[in-house]
């Protein structure tokens, strides 16, 4: 596959991509019984729409020249990627059981090391727009049309080091940089607009010189023209897409839990998860 399979399909594909994304998520999660499986469920339709529509990339050659880049800034995300990954074929599905373990490639933590097609070592938070910046800039001065898709979260919208990189790309006019922010609404110590004013955030990174979309994250027609729009947008700018998203989206029971950043889920709710999903399988 040289390019997202469903850039012209239906979006009946890509919801069926998305299921199988939160499916991955929740055998790795039962792995380890614990994780952050409700960023992976949360994004899965982001991943989806990225993986499966929009990125260009070979998934037998993940170290393709010509291939888009997919940044993942949000480290502990890596759960969602791995999943991601291994529904496009650049990992096997065989090592989903290896989630977390040692000497697995896929380290609970991403890793640009262990894993192929992980394009950075996420974290510390706030470091990846910064490298997405150099990267988007190194591709421009090579004359590589590929674009640099960058993923990071809202939490990371208070680390100062994420606004110089936006002003960065600005100066640099890096029209081949997409960021997409996964605004679920919860970090570590609670709600991220509790912790820091956010809002309203479409209208600040225009205010810094991006061409900014604000988007339900879980809503697939909404993320894939937004996707589409960004793409092709026209002015020498780079582009942002907020997506809002549900923590612990498609499984009800763990949706309504208070503390969601990182979910401790009971063994026999493992199976409780993987019923309520398989019974909203796309047809």
Not at 83 to 88: H, K, L, N, R, V
Not at 165 to 176: H, P, R, T
Request: hydrophobic share 40%.
């Amino acid at each position: 596959m040289t390019t997202g399979e469903a850039r012209h399909g239906s979006n009946v594909s890509l919801a069926r991509r998305a299921w199988a994304i939160r499916r991955n998520a929740l055998r790795m999660g039962e792995v380890q019984g614990q994780g952050y499986i409700g960023q992976a469920l949360g994004v899965a339709d982001v991943l989806a729409v990225s993986y499966f529509h929009a990125l260009s990339y070979r998934a037998d050659d993940p170290e393709w020249e010509g291939r888009d880049r997919f940044l993942l800034s949000i480290g502990h995300y890596a759960i969602a990627l791995y999943s991601a990954m291994i529904e496009a074929g650049i990992l096997p599905e065989d090592e989903l059981e290896t989630y977390g373990m040692d000497d697995s490639r896929m380290p609970m933590s991403g890793m640009a090391a262990y894993t192929p097609g992980m394009e950075i070592t996420g974290g510390s938070l706030g470091h990846g727009l910064g490298i997405a910046v150099g990267m988007a800039l190194g591709l421009k001065r090579k004359k590589n049309p590929a674009f640099v898709y960058n993923m990071l979260s809202d939490g990371e919208l208070g680390e100062g080091s994420t606004w110089e990189a936006v002003m960065s790309a600005v100066q640099w006019k890096l029209d081949n940089l997409i960021a997409i922010v996964d605004f679920n609404n919860q970090q570590a110590d609670g709600p991220t607009t509790q912790a820091l004013a956010q809002v309203p955030e479409a209208a600040k990174w225009q205010a810094f010189g991006w061409y900014a979309q604000e988007v339900d994250g879980n809503d697939l027609d909404a993320v894939v023209a937004a996707f589409d729009a960004a793409r092709n947008h026209g002015a020498a700018q780079p582009r942002v897409i907020i997506c809002n998203t549900t923590m612990c989206k498609g499984i009800p029971f763990l949706e309504s839990r208070e503390i969601t950043h990182f979910v401790r889920v009971e063994p026999e709710e493992w199976a409780r998860a993987l019923e309520i999903l398989d019974g909203e399988k796309p047809q």
